[in-house]
């Protein structure tokens, strides 16, 4: 069971580098510096490590953590674009510039499961 879990994280992890890698090139330069200010709107569903903590609750929220940063701006264009269909995201996604998409890519990027816990959770 569990070595089952980890080898489809694994899958989704590859696939997903792959899609970031493909979105790269059109992409604005993203900070995390930057990102760090915007991602107020998030933390309460995609709260970072808590992910894991409030387990079953919000489990139906993707980690995005430690995440590909140009998947994970990719994401939040095809939400804005209606590409993908979940109404809370397209609504967040929708107020997002492509700056602040590159800033927050980069931010979650930069987590990692021992990274501290977000100060604004
Ligand atoms: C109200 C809760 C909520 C808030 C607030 C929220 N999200 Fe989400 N987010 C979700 C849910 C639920 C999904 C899964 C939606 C789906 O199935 O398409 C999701 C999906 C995503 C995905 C796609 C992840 C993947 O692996 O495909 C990204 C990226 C994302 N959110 C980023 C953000 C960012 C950045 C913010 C803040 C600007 C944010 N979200 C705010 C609930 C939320």
Known sequence: M???????QLAICASMALVGVSAQAADEKGSAQAGQGKVWLCIGCHSIPDYRADYPFVYK???IGG???AYIASALTAYKKGERKHPTMRSIAAS???QDMADIGEYYAAQTASS???PLK
Not at 2 to 8: D, E, G, P
């Open 96 to 98: 997002l510039s492509d």
């Open 67 to 69: 995440q590909n940063a």
């Open 61 to 63: 929220v993707p980690m």
């Open 2 to 8: 569990k070595k089952h879990l980890i080898l489809s």
């Open 116 to 118: 501290p816990k977000n």
